[in-house]
């Protein structure tokens, strides 16, 4: 009688861990596709952001824009055609 009381309890303590067991593995679970979640927003943002910079530099690297800084900040101007030296004309032909 007392062999199937220590079974029961040690049956018992079994049925008893595994239980735990499952609800940690259930919480672990949750809480990686929680995380997986967050980080597919945030390379979502990212993307969004890399799109915008991307708009951005292209808008700032026009050839207008290029050309209208360097004459009012670095006081550039394109060469007359008199100044102008072609080396090697046909060579670029290829």
């Known amino acids: ?5 220590l079974l029961a ?3 018992a303590t079994g049925v008893f861990a595994s239980a735990i067991g499952v609800v940690t593995a259930k919480h672990e679970a949750r809480q990686a ?5 967050q980080a597919l927003a945030q390379r979502d ?6 799109t915008q910079l991307q708009i951005e530099q ?9 050309e209208e800084r360097a004459r009012e900040h670095l006081g ?5 055609s008199e100044r102008v030296v ?3 004309g046909d060579a670029w032909a290829r």
């Open 1 to 5: 009688m007392v062999l199937r009381g």
């Open 9 to 11: 309890v040690v049956l």
């Open 33 to 37: 596709f929680i995380d997986h979640q």
């Open 45 to 50: 943002a990212l993307n969004l952001d890399w």
């Open 58 to 66: 292209s808008t700032w690297a026009t050839q207008g824009r290029v």
């Open 76 to 80: 550039m101007f394109p060469p007359d």
């Open 86 to 88: 072609v080396i090697g």
